[in-house]
């Protein structure tokens, strides 16, 4: 029951009571490992992984319907992308990470062990099973492209006839007014900024309607796109409206309305936080992918290769080169 519901404490303190418990079955033969692959949960997966004495026994069980711990990591619940809150898209991608988490430890020769209930290896029943959440995930990438796609270039287009409307107008030599004021600097650096994301976000939007939606795609490449262009977006909309409120501020500067400034504040906090905060559980799901890289990135670079002179790199494979000129052909 802790292991189903997910209570790594109970887990912890029952096991490092009695170990022995690890091998346990309930009425369908199911192990620790079974029941915690069949419920997604994780940290009780990991902590048993790292018994590796009782993982070895316990990866090769099988219970009464003949699944394997991979026949279950592609099973799914009927009622999981009900709940999910980044939708079927990141669902998708969450399923096919635990069923690649789950096939690392698992036997070679599982991987093509039909279970008895429904006769399917274990890559045949994750497609049947997840047929319907692909075709959900499949539609909601057109939809999603297609919206963003026109909201970016709309973005773009209006950012790019900002450029020809100086605040205050220019002198007689086509100069703008306030090219020195530190506010029209900001201004001016904003909108480039817009302009830019927006149209990184165009080619981004575009990518992702034009690329393939199969399962592999959905594993890295469609999720990260979509969080990458839903940024961008973002950016290009906090800089609009901050180029906006540097422009306004320009322009009413020597009036001083008092309550203009909490109107305009307020509206630009109302419209960009109703755009962020849905996003919300997009960027949660994002994560752990960003997590990954950085610890992927401090690897390589506290790595030995990079820590090694370039000469002794050299020296290393001249030293290589000159070894096989002496091997005897």
Request: charged share 20%; net charge positive; with cysteine.
């Amino acid at each position: 029951m802790a292991t189903e519901r997910g209570i790594i404490k109970i887990v912890k303190e029952i096991l490092k009571c009695y170990p022995q418990l690890v091998e346990s079955e309930n009425d369908l033969k199911q192990n620790i490992l079974h029941v915690a692959i069949k419920h997604r949960q994780k940290k009780i997966f990991d902590h048993v992984k790292r018994m590796k004495i009782q993982m070895t026994r316990l990866v090769q069980g099988i219970d009464k319907n003949g699944y394997t711990i991979l026949h279950h990591a592609a099973n799914i619940r009927d009622d999981t992308t009900k709940t999910h809150p980044a939708g079927p898209v990141y669902q998708l991608q969450e399923e096919l990470k635990w069923y690649k988490c789950v096939e690392k430890v698992t036997r070679p020769h599982y991987l093509m062990l039909p279970d008895s209930k429904d006769n399917k290896t274990c890559d045949e029943l994750f497609n049947m099973k997840h047929n319907k959440l692909l075709n959900e995930a499949q539609r909601k990438v057109k939809e999603t492209s297609q919206s963003c796609f026109a909201v970016a270039v709309l973005a773009a287009t209006v950012v790019f006839t900002v450029v020809y409307n100086v605040p205050r107008g220019s002198n007689d030599n086509d100069y703008p007014v306030l090219l020195s004021d530190n506010l029209f600097q900001l201004f001016e650096l904003m909108v480039i900024v817009a302009f830019l994301c927006s149209l990184a976000s165009v080619v981004m939007f575009l990518s992702v309607f034009t690329s393939p939606i199969g399962y592999e795609e959905f594993l890295h490449m469609l999720p990260g796109k979509l969080t990458i262009g839903f940024s961008l977006l973002f950016i290009s909309f906090c800089t609009t409206t901050i180029a906006f409120a540097a422009a306004f501020l320009l322009t009413l500067r020597f009036q001083k309305p008092h309550w203009t400034y909490i109107f305009m504040y307020t509206a630009a906090f109302i419209s960009l936080s109703i755009y962020a905060l849905p996003q919300v559980p997009m960027y949660f799901t994002f994560k752990a992918t960003v997590l990954k890289f950085c610890k992927w990135i401090k690897k390589v670079h506290r790595s030995k290769w990079f820590k090694k002179p370039l000469a002794t790199k050299f020296q290393c494979h001249k030293k290589n080169d000159d070894d096989r000129r002496r091997l005897p052909v």
